[in-house]
């Protein structure tokens, strides 16, 4: 078999161009792209979905919130059992995350909110910043948003729901090979010293034991940047 050497493709017809190759053979998963000007090169596929990892938390449990967030991320409670861990296949990928969480409030007098956050080497701190120490509010976090689920204990009004999170995209450039873990907290700014009962209702007497019976889930992707 014959084999053709060359540094340079040209075209003719209906005008002229010559497309310069790149020197290297790049690397695995990479694609052939242009400058506008003929000159080629390796780059990554950006936007490409390299894994996904999926959590699903199908036991009835309860998260209590014992203080209120003071601008202090200590005052988040986090949902253990949705976790989801991710290690990157590419340097400075993006990480896109979405799911939900069912279940009930134990007060709907007060403000609750969810906050996303990641575990790097250890550390845990909130994806979206919280409000600087100079906002007029220092005592209210920045919700990642915001549930729609709560128990109105006046008339035993027990209504629980799924309060779906979609489409976040988070950069949290890293290396390839880092352990990232996705976690679902929970914050209050008004009250405190609540409840939230996941996967189940705040009453579960026989009159709605049909809401007993739910789940929440996350999902990450890791996104070629």
């Known amino acids: 078999m014959s084999t053709i050497k060359t540094n340079q493709l040209a075209h003719t017809a209906n005008g002229a161009a010559t497309y310069t190759l790149p020197q290297t053979d ?3 998963g990479q694609v052939l792209t242009t400058n506008g000007s003929g000159v080629l090169s390796w780059a990554s596929d950006k936007g490409k979905i390299l894994q996904v990892a999926n959590t699903t938390f199908n036991s009835r449990t309860s998260l209590s919130i014992t203080n209120q967030y003071a601008n202090n991320s200590s005052n988040i409670y986090y949902v253990t059992g949705i976790d989801t861990t991710v290690t990157t296949t590419q340097a400075n990928s993006k990480l896109l995350i979405s799911g939900s969480l069912s279940g009930e409030f134990s007060n ?3 403000f609750f909110g969810y906050v996303l956050s990641s575990t790097i ?3 845990t701190a909130p994806i979206d910043a919280l409000r600087a120490t100079t906002d007029s509010k220092t005592n209210r976090p920045r919700y990642t948003f915001v549930p729609s689920i709560s128990y109105n204990a006046t008339n035993n009004d ?3 729901n799924t309060t779906p999170f979609s489409n976040y995209l988070y950069a ?3 290396a390839s ?3 990232i873990t996705i976690r679902l907290g929970v914050a209050c700014h008004t009250g405190g010293s609540e409840t939230l009962y996941i996967n189940q209702t705040v009453n579960t007497s026989t009159n709605h034991y049909d809401y007993e019976h739910m789940i929440s889930h996350m999902t990450v992707m890791e996104v070629a940047a």
């Open 172 to 174: 949290p450039a890293q």
């Open 177 to 179: 090979g880092t352990a």
């Open 26 to 28: 790049g690397s695995a």
């Open 108 to 110: 709907r007098e007060d």
């Open 121 to 123: 080497s250890g550390t």
């Open 158 to 160: 027990s209504t629980p």
